[in-house]
C-alpha cells in the first residue's frame, strides 16, 4: 500500500517506564544487541513493555527455533521480523458493545487502518503455534489450554477476534479493502488522503471504511482464516454462535456471483450493470481503473472479475488467475465449516460456485504460450479477459502466481505450475523480475521497475523444491536487510541501502 504514515502509534504511558517509540522510527536505526553474523543484525523488537498483545507460545517457539538456526543473522531476523504483528500492529484487542464478542483491530504496518489481507496474513503467522483454549470439544486427546499465565488473551481469542471484525466488516461493506478502527476501540478514524475524491459503486459505509478497492483475494482471505482456526481448533461452536459469520459467508457468495457477470448480454449485447465501480482522481494509472469505473471489458467465463490486485493496484484484465485460485480453496476449506455447523445448504451452495470458478482456472487460465525454441507450452496467466487476452507476468502480493502451491491449488511438482514459476522467475518471461547485486526477486507496479520484493523471495524458498535454491534465496533474504534487520517490502535492486518500508 502506497500511502502516507497517516496517524502514529499513540505512546502508551506507563508509571515509570520510558514513552514507547514510534516503531517505524525506532526500527530505522540499529539496535544492540548485534549477532556474530557477516552482517552483525540488530535486535529491533520494541520494548517488551511497548509490545502490543504478549504470546508466551510466541516467546517459546522464537527460543525454539533460534536455538535451531545456525546462521546468526538468519535467526536475528526471524527473531525481529516474526513476532512483528504481536509486537506493533494489534492496534487494539476487546469486546464488541452490542453481544460482547472478542474484536482485534489490527494495522497494516505504518497505517491506521486493517486490510482483510494483511490483518488474516498477518495472524496466520501464527497458526504453527496457534491451540485451541475452549472446553469440551475436539481434540479432546492432547488438549491444551493456549493462554499462559502472563499472556492477555489467548493466540486463539487472537484469530477469533480478526474473524469476528472481518465479518463485520464484509456485511457493511463487502467490496471494500481497508476499514477503519471499530467503534468500541475508541481510536480516531484514519484519514485517507488519497481517497477522499474517490467515486464508488455500490457506495461503502463512510463510518468503517478507510478505502473501497474490490480486491478478490480480501474475501478469499477471510475464508483461508476461518479455515486456519477450524482446522487447528475445531472450535465448531465458535462458528455457530458468532453472530456475523454465517451471514458474512451469505454476503460473500452474493458478492462473488455478481463479480461473474460478464459485460455485455451474451444474447442482445446490451451493456450490463458493472456490479461494481471505482474511480480516483490520480496521476498513477494502477490507482484507478479504465472504462470509467468498470475496467476492461469481460467475457463470462465462470471466475469472479477483480478490479484490483493484491498490491492494490488496479487490475490490467478483469480475471486474476492467482486470485480465483485462491477462492477456489478457500471455498472448498470454509464449505467444511458449514457443513460442521449443520448448513448443508450453505455448504452446498459454496461447493457449486467453488465448481464453476475452479472449471473456468483450468479453461481459461491455463494458456499457450510460444517458447524462445519456438515450442508451445502451456502455462498458468496472470491475468485473462475471456476473449483470448492474457498477461503475462507475476507479482510480488499473494495470491501470486508463484504461490500458488501456498493457495492450497497445486503441488509445487505439478508441471503446469513449474512452467510458469520457471517463467515467472525468467527475465524472458516476466516483465516483473527484478534483478541486480542487492537482490533479485519479483517486485510490481506497485513499487515500480528496479524494486525487488523480500516477500517474493520467501515465497521462492517456501515454494523451492531443491536445496540449493533455498539456500541461495535464504543468503539473500538475510543480507537485504540494509543491516536493519527486518524485511522490507522492496529493495533498490542496484542499492540495497534504498529501500521502502520495513516490517
Ligand atoms: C506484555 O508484557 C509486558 C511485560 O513483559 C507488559 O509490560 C505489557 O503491558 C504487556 N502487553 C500487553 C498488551 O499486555
Ligand atoms: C437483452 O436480453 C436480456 C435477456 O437476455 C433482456 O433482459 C434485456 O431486456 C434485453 N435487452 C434489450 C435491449 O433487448
Known amino acids: 500500500m502506497k500511502l502516507p504514515v497517516l496517524l502514529l502509534f499513540t505512546p502508551i504511558i506507563s508509571a515509570q517506564l520510558p514513552l514507547c517509540p514510534n516503531y517505524a522510527d525506532y526500527s530505522k536505526t540499529r539496535h544492540p544487541p548485534f549477532t556474530s553474523g557477516i552482517h552483525s543484525l540488530p535486535f529491533q523488537r520494541p520494548p517488551p513493555h511497548c509490545r502490543t498483545f504478549n504470546s508466551s507460545a510466541v516467546e517459546s517457539h522464537i527460543v525454539q527455533l533460534k536455538s535451531e538456526i545456525a546462521d546468526p543473522d538468519l535467526a536475528q531476523l526471524f527473531e525481529n521480523a516474526w513476532p512483528n504483528t504481536l509486537d506493533t500492529a494489534v492496534r487494539w484487542f476487546g469486546r464488541g458493545a452490542e453481544d460482547d464478542e472478542e474484536l482485534a483491530f489490527i494495522v497494516t504496518g505504518d497505517i491506521n487502518a486493517m486490510w482483510l489481507r494483511d490483518s488474516a496474513a498477518q495472524v496466520r503467522a501464527y497458526l504453527r503455534v496457534l491451540e485451541p483454549d475452549h472446553e469440551g470439544e475436539e481434540p479432546s486427546v492432547g488438549y491444551k489450554v493456549g493462554k499462559a499465565e502472563g499472556d492477555t488473551a489467548s493466540l486463539a481469542a487472537l484469530f477469533r477476534g480478526v474473524i469476528n471484525l472481518q465479518a ?11 476499514f477503519q478502527p471499530p467503534a468500541e476501540a475508541g481510536i480516531p478514524r484514519g484519514v485517507n488522503e488519497f481517497a477522499m475524491a474517490d467515486a464508488v459503486a455500490p457506495p461503502p459505509n463512510g463510518e468503517t471504511v478507510f478505502e473501497c478497492k474490490f480486491e478478490i483475494d480480501s474475501l478469499a482471505a477471510f475464508l483461508h482464516l476461518s479455515a486456519d482456526y477450524h482446522d487447528a481448533t475445531h472450535h465448531t461452536a465458535f462458528f455457530s454462535s458468532a453472530k456475523n459469520w454465517l451471514p458474512a459467508i451469505r454476503t ?3 458478492t462473488l456471483r455478481t463479480m461473474q457477470s460478464p459485460t455485455y448480454d451474451p444474447q442482445n449485447g446490451t451493456v450490463l450493470p458493472a456490479g461494481y465501480t471505482f474511480q480516483r482522481q490520480t496521476t498513477r494509472a494502477t490507482e484507478t481503473t479504465d472504462n470509467d469505473g468498470r475496467g476492461h471489458p469481460a467475457r463470462r467465463t465462470g471466475m469472479v472479475r477483480t478490479a484490483f490486485r493484491p498490491s492494490d493496484d488496479a487490475a490490467a484484465l478483469p480475471y486474476n488467475i492467482p486470485g480465483n485460485m485462491m477462492i477456489v480453496t478457500g471455498l472448498a476449506r470454509a464449505a467444511t465449516i458449514a457443513d460442521a455447523v449443520g448448513d448443508k445448504s450453505l455448504a452446498d451452495k459454496m461447493r457449486a460456485l467453488q465448481g464453476e470458478i475452479d472449471e473456468a482456472v483450468k479453461k481459461f487460465g491455463i494458456v499457450p504460450i510460444l517458447t524462445e525454441s519456438g515450442d508451445i507450452e502451456r502455462v498458468y496467466a496472470y491475468e485473462v479477459d475471456g476473449f483470448g487476452s492474457a498477461l503475462h507476468m507475476d507479482d510480488a ?20 505450475y513449474l512452467r510458469t514459476r520457471a517463467r515467472v522467475l525468467s527475465p524472458e518471461g516476466n516483465g516483473y ?7 533479485s526477486a519479483v517486485g510490481g507496479p506497485h513499487v515500480g521497475p528496479g524494486w525487488a520484493w523480500p516477500m517474493a523471495s520467501i515465497v521462492r524458498v517456501l515454494t523451492a523444491e531443491m536445496d540449493d535454491e533455498i539456500r541461495g534465496e535464504l543468503k539473500a533474504l538475510v543480507g537485504s536487510t540494509s543491516g536493519l534487520g527486518l524485511v522490507h517490502e522492496s529493495v533498490n535492486t542496484q542499492d540495497g541501502g534504498q529501500w521502502t518500508r520495513q516490517r
Open 433 to 439: 523480475l527484478m534483478r541486480g547485486p542487492a537482490l
Open 168 to 178: 463485520r466488516y464484509i456485511l457493511s461493506s463487502p467490496f471494500c479493502n481497508a
Open 252 to 254: 460473500i457468495l452474493s
Open 397 to 416: 502480493n499473494v495470491p501470486s502466481l508463484l504461490s500458488i502451491p501456498l493457495l492450497g491449488y497445486s503441488s509445487s511438482t505439478d508441471e503446469v
